[in-house]
């Protein structure tokens, strides 16, 4: 049973003044994020310096924090200077799938990127054998695919659930948490069961790149004091993006359903703040990265001067 046909969201806040305040901060971030993972897909596409998975890698996971962004930044704006905060039943499903979906290709994807990084500092010798173009793009075939299972997943369980009122959503967006205290049901069964689709996700992939990491770091040990000092060059950047983004994960998906008042600045950090930081970590931390861009702008210069 389902009469509720749109839902009311209450924002990031209520307060007039603040809200004003908070639209110039989160269309700059949603800009910056939007320009700084362009910026980096085009380098990588146009340059053949960076023609490696490593890159390639980079390059989908700009397109993946892009598309994260989108699926709720807009809106999120929107409501910051409009009165009319609603958003209809198969708009929430389908802000619901896309956060899902893209947020599932970005865990997988950095575990991919992890494997990546062991391939390269633990069997150099073998690294062009094992890490293929073929192996690449397949690699990044499984996570568009585990990503649209696991949205997929996650839609099929909402629909089951009936809304029949109240239809306000304290919140800025439609995600599990929000949704499942509005359901008509009992949810303290089924509740579980849907954030462990989200929670054991996080929990299963992050491990994996503990587990990575740590086989890594015994792995310097036969290193000379420069090698390990590029080694871990390399994967410092992988290392903060992944923490940055799996911790606000695991606190909004592993554990019960309750929602807490810390939840909105967390689900920020993950949507918004976290795409945006990703392109200034790996730009600024690489210097390969750092000497193309140099380079492109030049070459961009001097065309520009003729």
Known sequence: MRNVTEFILLGVTQNPQLQ??????????????????LLISVTIFISPALDSPM?????CLSIIDGSYATSVA???M????????TISFSGCMTQLFAEHFFGAAEVILLTAMAYDRYVAICKPLHYATIMSRTLCSFMVGVVWILG???GGVQLLFILQLPFCGPNVIDHF??????????????????GPLITANSGSLCLLTFSVLIVSYVIILRSLKAYSSEGRRKALSTCASHIIVSISFFAPCLFLYLRPVISFSADKAV??????VTPMLNPLIYTLRNAEMKNVMKNLW?????ISDK
């Open 148 to 150: 649209i299972i696991h």
């Open 74 to 76: 807009p809106k999120m």
């Open 267 to 272: 689900s920020i950090f993950c949507t918004l």
């Open 298 to 302: 030049s070459q961009t210069r001097k």
């Open 20 to 37: 004003k305040l908070l639209f110039p901060v989160i269309l700059f971030i949603y800009l910056f994020t939007l320009a700084g993972n």
């Open 78 to 85: 929107f409501d910051l200077i409009s009165k009319n905060n």
């Open 173 to 190: 967006g439609c995600d599990l948490m929000p949704l499942l205290e509005l359901a008509c049901t009992d949810t303290h069964s089924l």
């Open 55 to 59: 890159y390639f890698f980079l390059s």
